[in-house]
């Protein structure tokens, strides 16, 4: 029911292309903005790309902005997180998160903000 599932990490070179994906409910996806955050070992996870529940609004770190796009396939129940130009600095787990907003154009990066989590899945960049 209440449940978000990542899958599609890897390995990848320097340069190279992933895309992630994130299965959720039909209830979440028409209620909860869905957000993607990283962690790498010994460091602070962080908010990545954040999709609204209506989809209207996407929002972005500095860091990856104009190399990741995130998007909603409804009739699939999923939302992606298309990675481009890959760096080995955005090695980590990445994970999805769900967050219940008063808005349907809402959007956060902020940890403390989503309520429901994914288990993660690893994306390694190297040569």
């Known amino acids: 029911q209440l449940q978000l599932v990542e899958s599609g990490g890897g390995l990848v070179q320097p340069g190279g292309s992933l895309r992630l994906s994130c299965a959720a409910s039909?209830?979440?996806?028409?209620?909860?903005?869905i957000g993607w955050f990283r962690q790498a070992p010994g460091k602070e996870r962080e908010g990545v790309s954040c999709?609204?529940?209506?989809?209207?609004?996407?929002n972005y770190a500095d860091s990856v902005k104009g190399r990741f796009t995130v998007s909603r396939d409804i009739a699939k129940n999923t939302v992606y997180l298309q990675m481009n130009s890959l760096k080995p600095e955005d090695t980590a787990v990445y994970y999805c998160?769900?967050?219940?907003?008063?808005?349907?154009?809402?959007?956060?990066?902020?940890?403390?903000?989503?309520?429901?989590w994914g288990q993660g899945t690893q994306v390694t960049v190297s040569s």
């Open positions: 998160a769900a967050l219940r907003a008063s808005s349907s154009a809402y959007t956060s990066l902020e940890r403390a903000d989503f309520d429901l």
């Open positions: 039909r209830l979440i996806l028409d209620y909860y903005a």
């Open positions: 999709i609204s529940s209506s989809g209207g609004r996407t």
